[in-house]
């Protein structure tokens, strides 16, 4: 007997998709096992995560944090991904029949900086984050449909309820994003 293939699916986006299997069927949240953390330090570590469904190339789901919330990544990715299939308040909430058809991505991103303006955004490259007040507004890097820092800033401003014309502080973040 051959050994077994390894999976094509990154072990972030498996967490992910057995957390929100578990919790739709069964409303039971996983606990990560030790030996995912042997096979897998990183998960150890601690860092705001974004967790996004696609059913059929469309957006299902999107729930994150800027900055870590739990005690480790694997636990930040299991809560996203929970809240992504159950709380994101632009869709109604992932049911059992849905599942096979989900397509996750999770995006684990970096400490947010300080930008001093457009010049120091990229779309493809940087996340982006307006704040004003208490009020922010959050956008991934490199999502189908915005071209422009203009475009990107404008979704993020709506985002957090921000005016057109309210001034803003602006902050970056890159992401590695595993499908």
């Known amino acids: 007997m051959g050994a077994a293939s390894p999976s094509p699916v990154h072990p972030y986006v498996q967490l992910a998709t057995d957390a929100i299997d578990a919790y739709v069927r069964d409303f039971r949240v996983i606990t990560p096992l030790d030996c995912l953390f042997e096979r897998h330090p990183a998960l150890r570590g601690r860092a705001g995560v974004f967790v996004s469904l696609k059913k059929r190339g469309e957006l299902r789901g999107c729930i994150g944090t800027i900055e870590p919330a739990q005690e480790n990544l694997a636990l930040e990715i299991i809560e996203n991904a929970i ?5 994101d308040p632009r869709f109604r909430p992932v049911v059992e029949e849905e599942l096979p058809e989900l ?3 999770v995006d684990i991103l970096t400490t947010p900086e300080r930008a001093a303006g457009h010049e120091d955004l990229d779309v493809r ?5 307006v704040k004003s007040g208490t009020r922010r507004g959050l956008l991934l890097p490199d999502i189908e449909g915005i071209a422009s820092v203009d475009e990107q800033m404008a979704v993020a401003r709506k985002k957090g309820g921000i005016g057109e014309q309210e001034p803003v502080e602006l902050y970056r973040f890159t992401v590695e994003r595993y499908f």
């Open 103 to 105: 397509r996750v991505s």
């Open 83 to 87: 809240s992504a299939a159950t709380k």
């Open 125 to 129: 490259q940087y996340g982006l984050i």
